[in-house]
Nanobody, 122 residues
Framework: VQLQAFGGGLVQAGGSLRLSCIASLDYFSTYTAGWFRRTPGKEREFVAAITYRGDDTNCADTAKDRFTISRDNAKNAVYLQMNSLKPEDTALYYC????????????????WGQGTQVTVSS
């Protein structure tokens, strides 16, 4: 699976961004997908995950009530809608995929995508 993330950028605190991740594999619809982020000097952090059918999600406490993960299997895409952004959300955001949810939740997915930078100014 090849994953490519888009949609990062510079936004003011309180603003919104929508990240997209496009997979180049026909069977992506059978994969759990998720988002992680990394800030320089810190470990990579789990953000959110979604089941292959999109019927269940899991979000980190820092993302709940502000971020929403969704997917469109017809487009081989996973999205992360980020609202009420804070400067501490500044990071390089990665998408990931695994055939089982635990691979995502344990931070060890089968596939990693490239990152897209999100910068939130105060």
């Amino acid at each position: 699976v090849q994953l490519q993330a888009f949609g990062g950028g510079l936004v003011q605190a309180g603003g919104s961004l929508r990240l997209s991740c496009i997979a180049s594999l026909d069977y992506f619809s059978t994969y759990t997908a998720g988002w992680f982020r990394r800030t320089p000097g810190k470990e990579r952090e789990f953000v959110a995950a979604i089941t292959y059918r999109g019927d269940d999600t899991n979000c980190a406490d820092t993302a709940k009530d502000r971020f929403t993960i969704s997917r469109d299997n017809a487009k081989n895409a996973v999205y992360l809608q980020m609202n009420s952004l804070k400067p501490e959300d500044t990071a390089l955001y990665y998408c990931a995929a695994d055939r089982i949810m635990s691979g995502i939740l344990e931070g060890n997915p089968e596939e990693w995508g490239q990152g897209t930078q999100v910068t939130v100014s105060s």
